[in-house]
């Protein structure tokens, strides 16, 4: 695993087609292999961890989506990404933050400064439209290397890029996306 943890640390210290190289050559690795139940699901392990079970929930979401999906392992003093993400050939890494009840979710897309540039949040209960548009206006204005956060909302996929967070009719614009 150490080399696997060396090729996951390369991913804090390149940017660009370097960066997308690099989590290409990640996901392509030999350790990698499907889970049974789901060919489009690819793990090196990691089936004891605590946050496994919601990993393959939003796993098996993405999967719906039309996305192939690498959980990434995460090694002892490393900030990783929880995934990649490919469709079309494009490979994509993701935090993932799952939104079980009211909590503060601001604080959880804050801790993933310095993981990944990109989040994707799981929601699996109802939340305050108006909260969650908060917590992705501060997660992108805080965050200056912040590119998307993806949402999965029950059948739907909503992806906010940074343009569209930072822009002044954003909480007006999301509620329409959101509630739609």
Not at 57 to 78: D, I, S
Not at 120 to 132: A, D, F, G, S, W
């Amino acid at each position: 695993m150490s080399d696997f943890t060396t090729e996951l640390k390369k991913l804090h210290e390149l940017s660009g087609a370097e960066f997308s190289r690099q989590v290409e050559r990640i996901a392509l690795r030999k350790d990698f292999h499907s889970l049974d139940t789901d060919k489009e699901i690819f793990t090196v392990g990691g089936e004891g961890s605590d946050d496994y079970q919601n990993l393959l929930v939003a796993a098996r979401k993405a999967v719906e989506f039309g996305y192939r999906v690498y959980l990434l392992p995460n090694p002892t003093g490393t900030r990783t990404p929880d995934f990649i993400l490919v469709k079309k050939g494009v490979y994509r890494t993701y935090d993932l933050k799952t939104v079980f009840g009211k909590s503060a979710l601001v604080d959880n897309l804050l801790d993933s400064i310095g993981q990944c540039d990109s989040i994707l949040i799981n929601m699996t209960t109802e939340y305050n439209t108006r909260k969650l548009a908060f917590a992705i206006k501060r997660y992108f204005e805080t965050n200056k290397n912040a590119v998307e956060v993806m949402l999965f909302k029950g059948r739907k996929r909503i992806v906010i890029k940074r343009a569209f967070a930072i822009n002044k009719d954003f909480f007006t614009n999301f509620k329409k996306l959101y509630e739609k």
